[in-house]
C-alpha cells in the first residue's frame, strides 16, 4: 500500500551537512500530498527519536536537538521528503528512518513522540555516522 525508501546516508565530519531522501509509493487516498511526514533517528539500544515532521499542507516541527541545523521538506510531484542535515554533530550519529502516517489536522505536528508512530510506515533506514 505504502513503501518507503531512505538515501543519502554516510560518514561526515563534525560540522558537515548530509542530504536524506526518502523514496515514497503510495497511491490515493495514499499519495504524500495527503500524508504527515517525519524523519525519526534511533542509536542501538534507546528509543527511536523524532527528529522532524511536516504536515500535508507544509507546517513542519523538529526536535530541539536539531532545530536551526535540520530541514525537514516534501516534495509532492517527486514523491519526496528530504531532510538536510547542517552543522553536524558527532551526537547525530545514529540510523534515519523516514515515516509516513495519514492523519489530519495537526496531528502531525504535535505528535512527536514515537509511540504515536509505531503503527505508521516506515523505510529500512540510512545510517548516518559523524566523526569529531
Known amino acids: 500500500q505504502v513503501q518507503l525508501a531512505e538515501f543519502g546516508g554516510g560518514s561526515v565530519q563534525a560540522g558537515g551537512s548530509l542530504l536524506l531522501s526518502c523514496a515514497y509509493a503510495?497511491?490515493?487516498?495514499?499519495?504524500?500530498?495527503?500524508?504527515?511526514m517525519a524523519w525519526f533517528r534511533q542509536v542501538q539500544g534507546k528509543e527511536r527519536e523524532g527528529v522532524a515532521f511536516v504536515e500535508p499542507d507544509g507546517s513542519t516541527n523538529y526536535a530541539d536537538s536539531v532545530k536551526g541545523r535540520f530541514t525537514i521538506s516534501k516534495d509532492n510531484d517527486k514523491n519526496s521528503p528530504y531532510l538536510q542535515m547542517d552543522s553536524l554533530k558527532p551526537e547525530d550519529t545514529a540510523m534515519y528512518y523516514c515515516?509516513?502516517?495519514?492523519?489530519?489536522?495537526?496531528?502531525?505536528?504535535?505528535?512527536?513522540?514515537?509511540?504515536?508512530?509505531?503503527?505508521?510506515?516506515w523505510g529500512q533506514g540510512t545510517h548516518v555516522t559523524v566523526s569529531s
Open positions: 515515516a509516513a502516517e495519514k492523519k489530519g489536522g495537526s496531528w502531525c505536528l504535535a505528535a512527536t513522540d514515537f509511540m504515536y508512530w509505531e503503527q505508521a510506515y
Open positions: 503510495g497511491a490515493y487516498p495514499y499519495s504524500i500530498n495527503y500524508m504527515c
